[in-house]
């Protein structure tokens, strides 16, 4: 490396952190820096490393260094959204990704991260119309398919909640989430088989998915009650 080449740092930070070097990873992002004060991507990179390292409250001054240096940096007010949501500061989270999606409303990945947060307040009208964005966005999203229809279901809307679940399998049929959280809706439609039929499912696919197996379990007990 030349001594003094930032980029040569950040660089050779990319290809430790993809190697999965951490440690050495965050020392080359940071001599990056120290020879670039102002090298905001340096500075998300260290976040994004700070992170993976569960060195949260580190991660968070990088990344808010970052958009000091760099206040149209989207992808860095959506990281400090995972991170802030991920130390339990659900305002500071939304706020966070807000901005992230004022410098790039086409990003799924934030409408659905905003939903999440949103949803995990109770304010589900908004959690809805963020998952149905991110799926405008992105058709294939079964992520965004799943939480969605998890919303519905907590609305009351059980049909349209079974239609959002059952999309989402199509798209990855190795998600074992919606597999459980359509066996809850089926339940609460009265269609026990079925809804065993789906945690059943679940199980498989996750066989430490302890919620699935316990609501498998109770529906289960309910069908054989009911003989």
Partial sequence: LIPDYAEAYYNLGNALQKLGRLDEGRASYMQAIALKADFAEAHYNLGTVLQEL???????????????????????????????????????????YRQ??????EHADSHINLGVILHTLGRLDEAEKCYNQAIILKPDYAEAQNNLGNVLQELGRLDEAEANLRQA???????AEPYSNLGITL????????????????????????????????????????E
């Avoid at 260094?65 to 989270?93: C, Q, R």
């Fill in 169 to 175: 399998i199509a798209l990855k049929p190795d998600f």
């Fill in 187 to 226: 339940e609460e439609l009265g269609r026990l088989d079925e809804a065993a039929a789906s945690y059943k499912q679940a199980v498989a696919l996750k066989p430490d998915y302890a919620e699935a197996f316990w609501n498998l379990h109770s529906c289960e007990k309910t069908v054989k009650d009911a």
């Fill in 100 to 105: 992230a999606l004022t410098l790039a409303p």
């Fill in 54 to 96: 569960d060195r949260l409250d580190e991660a968070v001054a990088s990344y808010k260094h970052a958009i000091a240096l760099k206040p149209d940096f989207a992808d860095a007010y959506g990281n400090l959204g995972n991170t802030l949501k991920e130390l339990g500061g659900l305002e500071e989270a939304e706020a966070s």
